[in-house]
């Protein structure tokens, strides 16, 4: 498994596929590197959640993959980081919104992407 499959699975809309991807490569990684995808993982799962309406796990998820992606700024194996936290801050903002039970429903945050740098 490679992780330019579970990018390519993330950016289709494949979450749960991504999941696994990711944790297939991260079962045998340690150290920062392990981390790291924990924190693309962490994206994917609370995308995931929040596709399913289940908005504290996606709440939850995107939380951890922040505090574990800003840890790898400005990016880390080709991924921009600098474009994909803010995308991960606005999408938890939105289902923040949503979970305090906002009279107008917030609109939805743009598409989250991964962003990988030209080898």
Known sequence: MSLRLAIDQFNRGEYFECHETIE???????GPRKQFLQGIL????????????????S???????????????PGRDGIDLEALLPAVREA??????????AAEPAPAPPPIRIQVAAP
């Open 59 to 73: 709440y939850s998820q995107f939380g951890k993959a922040l505090v574990k992606l800003e840890l790898h700024r």
């Open 42 to 57: 962490h994206v994917a799962v609370g995308l995931l959640h929040l596709e399913r309406g289940n908005l504290s796990g």
């Open 24 to 30: 297939d490569i991260w079962v045998e990684e340690v």
């Open 92 to 101: 938890r903002r939105h289902v923040a919104v949503r979970l305090a039970g």
